[in-house]
């Protein structure tokens, strides 16, 4: 818009120059023919007096559109001046306002570059945490089986060092079979263990062989009692 106004300004600077330059041409002219005849003759003709009088109006005139025009010249020529200043300062401004939108533009795409890193971090520490939390019920669970463990190879312990007759499940619970324990303890001299050590082997043998033969007379005889029952 602007520079359509500019454009029909300069244009008619250039007319109204124009005008001022032919008019300035005609006054030159007027000028002379008149000199020139006043200069030829100083006694003239009534009629060429009226001419010549009329042609010093007429140069009178010209002379005052002339400045007029030269005025609308000069004011044209200062709009010209004023509308391409605010030509000038409205492109400023607006190339200010696109850097500006520019710079903004590359803040926000810095935020959300920065958003989505932080998006990203947060999601892998959120998986992390996930891997972190499986991996420790994993141990957790591990943990609690092996005290499990720990917990039934104590109380087996305990069961093989005490002096109770007790049964020993090495067959399973759905067998007929099993072993019983009957634990012997002698008070016997720290020093004579190791002179009596092969002899209490044999009577241990011995006594194992005796107790297996006489569960078996047991058992017969308990089988026969049944029957006759």
């Given amino acids: 818009r602007a520079e359509t106004i500019i454009g029909s300004l300069i244009k008619e600077r250039d007319n109204l120059q124009a005008?001022?330059?032919?008019?300035?041409?005609?006054?030159?002219?007027?000028?002379?023919?008149?000199?020139?005849?006043?200069?030829?003759?100083?006694?003239?003709?009534?009629?060429v007096v009226d001419r010549l009088h009329r042609v010093e109006n007429e140069n009178v005139y010209l002379k005052k559109e002339n400045a007029k025009l030269s005025d609308n010249f000069r004011a044209a020529e200062?709009?010209?001046?004023?509308?391409?200043?605010?030509?000038?300062?409205?492109?400023?401004?607006?190339?200010?306002?696109?850097?500006?939108?520019?710079?903004?533009?590359?803040?926000?795409?810095?935020?959300?570059?920065?958003?989505?890193?932080?998006?990203?971090?947060?999601?892998?520490?959120?998986?992390?945490?996930?891997?972190?939390?499986k991996e420790r019920g994993e141990a957790l669970a591990a943990c609690e089986e092996q005290r499990k463990l720990a917990e039934d190879l104590r109380a087996e312990l305990e069961m093989e060092?005490?002096?109770?007759?007790?049964?020993?499940?090495?067959?399973?619970?759905?067998?007929?079979?099993?072993?019983?324990?009957?634990?012997?303890t002698l008070l016997i001299r720290r020093q004579d263990y190791l002179h009596i050590q092969d002899i209490l082997e044999s009577n241990r043998i011995s006594y194992i062989d005796r107790a297996q033969g006489w569960y078996e007379t047991w058992k017969t005889n308990a089988e026969k009692k049944k029957l006759i029952k």
């Fill in 78 to 133: 200062n709009e010209v001046a004023t509308l391409r200043d605010r030509v000038e300062e409205r492109t400023r401004t607006v190339k200010g306002a696109i850097k500006k939108t520019k710079s903004a533009k590359e803040v926000v795409v810095k935020e959300e570059e920065r958003a989505k890193n932080a998006i990203h971090d947060k999601q892998r520490h959120v998986k992390s945490e996930k891997n972190m939390r």
């Fill in 19 to 47: 005008l001022v330059d032919k008019h300035a041409t005609i006054i030159a002219q007027l000028e002379h023919r008149l000199y020139s005849k006043v200069t030829a003759s100083a006694t003239l003709p009534t009629d």
């Fill in 161 to 184: 060092q005490s002096a109770n007759v007790r049964l020993r499940e090495n067959e399973g619970t759905n067998s007929n079979s099993t072993t019983v324990v009957i634990p012997m």
